[in-house]
């Protein structure tokens, strides 16, 4: 396993808790969690536990899969964390609205 996998965790747990627009205090009281744990997991310095990722993940209301670096060789923290800002903003597009989304984003990527 690398390395840098509990780094790439707290990458996204950080983003996500971001994106939830909550301290890390708000996360501890929405979790069993306490605030410095959290902010070791958000530095990379622990490997969460299972219970603490679903902890996690139920106080950001996100998935676990939402949480766990899937191709965590190939890319960049800046880039993973560029992606899970991406994917929760999809996640909020109606299903009327995808292609429309999806169309944009490949005119974008075209033009570059």
Sequence with gaps: MPKDIPKQIGVLVRAARERADLTQEQLAALTNIDKDSISLIERGGTFPSLRSMYDLASGLKVSVIDLIPLEAASKSLSRQKGEAEILTLL??????????????????????
């Design 91 to 112: 996640r909020e597009v109606s299903d009327k609205q995808l292609p429309h989304v999806r169309d944009l984003l490949a005119l974008f990527i075209r033009s570059r």
